[in-house]
């Protein structure tokens, strides 16, 4: 994992460095003429270089912390006429998380998923349009369709596990991935990939996510190198095997319970009804964020339960009680109740985010109030960054956090108060984070309560029924 952690940390240096040389050969930044309040404190020159050799020797943690140290909670690094601002701790971040998108947005930075997802939905549309697409996706994963996926999940985990012996050893990671999408087959496209087409479209879906997030597609998405014209080729065979899905449910009047006929039966505010192109797009977006969070979090949770004796005995008791209470008709409600695995998954998250930091582009000033009272003024033009990972290990809001203490958010605790932002909702839980808390129960189902689990050689996971 630290290997994995330090190649991650490397290609954002690389990025980061990428963009600012070619920012700033290609363009001045803009700044609304009128400051009122003063800058927040700045690294440059000298200073600057400092920092980049902390970022590629130690790490962008060690980077941020060292400046956070000195500077405080709003700092700016300055690279000729480009400027990132970062934004530590919650008193700082509300506008970042909450701002208009005519005030903040993610401008251009995520233009390498719009050969991913598909130039129809996502930063390939304008602001207005994606902003019904992704109330399409909100109504689509509501807490009262939600209810009804909780059963195939179940059963999905269950038949899973049930191929297994009565011991062995697996590889957790590659198992949760496979598992969870077997549930995103079921629950979000549909018996007809479930059933007939898995194997193949879980082939490519791996084609595309692979190759569309490596080094050269971020950098140069629309290049003609190796890695986008399998991301193409891949995206294309997709796209072919979903259209041939939703024609057909069209045709003969099909209508299913997943996700994929919500976005179907989805209409605009003009009263127009999406196209193929916009609903392929919409279910693979779905997917590709689903399947990235979900399996980080289910391993990572998995992992730190593993090495926990006290916390996976605590989730194993409050299993058993609640199969005792709900017997084989586990659903919904059953996952709500999971009150001590949601403190273990949320534990996970504040340590181990999906996404590290979050990233957006200023397009008109703003203020920030830091906790002690300062008042900083940031200029349109400026990248901000708001390092989650980093977030979650502050002090000042979690008791001791390098210690894995599902308890902080428990009743008396509650340190989860002014966190939040694992998911990228900024404190707000979203339609989307229910969905992965309930893919993440679904996988930490233990229906009988007798499983076993110890740590196995090379990282390894051994399981026994006892």
Not at 71 to 100: D, M, N, R, W
Not at 259 to 272: E, F, H, M, P, T
């Amino acid at each position: 994992m630290d290997m994995a952690n330090g190649v991650v940390w490397f290609t954002i240096a690389v990025v980061f460095i990428t963009v600012v040389i070619s920012k700033a050969t290609k363009r001045g930044i803009m700044f609304d003429p009128k400051c009122n309040r003063p800058h927040p404190p700045t690294v440059k020159g000298v200073s600057f270089l400092r920092v980049l050799h902390t970022l590629l020797s130690k790490g962008l943690q060690a980077m941020i912390h060292d400046q956070y140290t000195k500077l405080g909670t709003v700092f700016t690094i300055s690279f000729f006429q480009f400027k990132v601002t970062f934004l530590i701790g919650p008193e700082v971040s509300a506008h970042f998380y909450q701002g208009l998108d005519s005030e903040i947005s993610h401008g251009n930075m995520i233009e390498f998923t719009v050969p991913m997802l598909g130039k129809e939905v996502g930063y390939g549309v304008d602001t207005a349009t994606r902003n019904e697409q992704s109330r399409f996706s909100y109504d689509a994963l509501k807490p009262s369709k939600l209810r009804s996926h909780a059963g195939p999940m179940i059963q999905e985990v269950g038949e899973y596990f049930a191929k297994w012996g009565q011991q062995g050893m697996v590889d957790l990671k590659q198992e949760l991935d496979k598992l969870l999408m077997l549930i995103s087959g079921r629950c979000l496209l549909g018996k007809e990939v479930r059933e007939k087409m898995f194997d193949e479209f879980f082939t490519l879906f791996h084609e595309l996510s692979d190759n569309g997030m490596c080094l050269t597609s971020v950098l140069f998405p629309y290049a003609p190198t190796p890695s986008n014209r399998r991301r193409d080729k891949a995206r294309a065979k997709l796209s072919e095997m979903l259209t041939e899905i939703v024609r057909s449910r069209k045709k003969y009047d099909n209508v299913e319970s997943d996700v994929l006929q919500n976005l179907i039966d989805s209409k605009y505010a003009d009263g127009r009804s999406t196209t193929e192109a916009e609903v392929i797009g919409l279910i693979i977006t779905l997917l590709f964020l689903g399947k990235h969070t979900s399996t980080i979090t289910s391993v990572w949770t998995g992992a730190h339960l593993l090495a926990s004796t006290r916390s996976l005995a605590s989730v194993l008791e409050e299993q058993k009680k609640i199969v005792r209470k709900y017997g084989d008709d586990l659903d919904y409600n059953a996952f709500l109740e999971m009150d001590t695995l949601h403190r273990c998954i949320k534990e996970t998250l504040r340590i181990h985010p999906p996404v590290p930091m979050f990233r957006r582009k200023v397009h008109k000033n703003f203020t920030v109030q830091t906790k002690d009272g300062n008042e900083y003024e940031i200029h349109r033009g400026h990248t901000l960054i708001s390092p989650v990972q980093f977030n979650g290990n502050l002090p000042h809001i979690y008791k001791d956090p390098d210690v894995y203490d599902p308890d902080r958010f428990g009743p008396g605790r509650e340190e989860d108060r002014v966190g939040g932002v694992e998911l990228g909702g900024g404190g707000r839980w979203r339609e989307e984070d229910q969905v992965e808390m309930c893919r993440a129960d679904g996988c930490g189902v233990v229906k009988d309560g007798r499983e076993a689990w110890t740590d196995g050689p090379g990282g390894r996971v051994t399981g026994r029924s006892g």
